[in-house]
């Protein structure tokens, strides 16, 4: 992965938001996040990516497969029930915000393509209620998810007056260096927390986190910037990296709908 590049056209990701504090803030959404991820994990010139399907997933924005499209990836739409396994060959997996549970089969066929070195992108709806199959293969590479959606306390770490809107710190990794680098931040329009913990083989990395004051608000239709009895403390990450020596890689973003044309 070494010899991979990045580069970012701030022209097709960047915006300017008001912050509750009425600063002006160039963001960049996670658009980057999931193409930078993917040439991070993968180095053939061109590869073929599954995108699965049939458990209710979002579709891809017109932008973001247009700039997969143009990095030499081929995406291919998958139905695990469809196929016996996962090709080794396939560069990359990709689940984007199902709305419904995978089958012990389906987790099956993930297990063994991370554990034969495959790369797996997960993106997470924030809305959906818990995925408890889903969610626990992410425990087997140290991820954890958290019930909820992450709810800021201090205004200086959201925009618009709205508590979920959310300025995630920026944590430095190759994935993230090219934003770093190009003095951005990262807006992330809903979102559910992700607890990283140490586990065998599995090396995790945050890329993107909340403060030290968030929270995961568990009943949306309290009051959102009120933290209630049964309400989960942070902080959280928004973004991680698992990976291992030959036993693949896992990137989870716990947001789609930051992964729009918005």
Partial sequence: CDDKSYYI???????????????YNNVINFEPLVTEGINTVVEDSVSVIYNITGHGEDVFEDNITSKIDGDNFTIEDISLYDIKEIPNTVSCVIIYGPDEDFSTEDIDKITEYVKNGGNLYVVIDPVVPYLNEL??????????????????????????????????????HDITNPIINNSLSVYSMISKGLIPYDISDYQVSSLLETSEDAFSKIYMEEDISTKADGDIDGPFCIATLSEADEKGSVIVLGSTTALTNE
């Fill in 9 to 23: 056209d701030s022209n097709d990701y960047v915006s300017t938001v008001q912050t509750s504090t009425y600063e």
């Fill in 135 to 172: 969610y626990g293969e992410l425990k087997n590479y140290g991820i954890k998810v958290v019930d909820g959606v992450v709810v800021e306390k201090d205004s200086a770490n959201y925009v618009m007056e709205t508590a979920y809107y959310i300025f995630p710190s920026i944590i430095e």
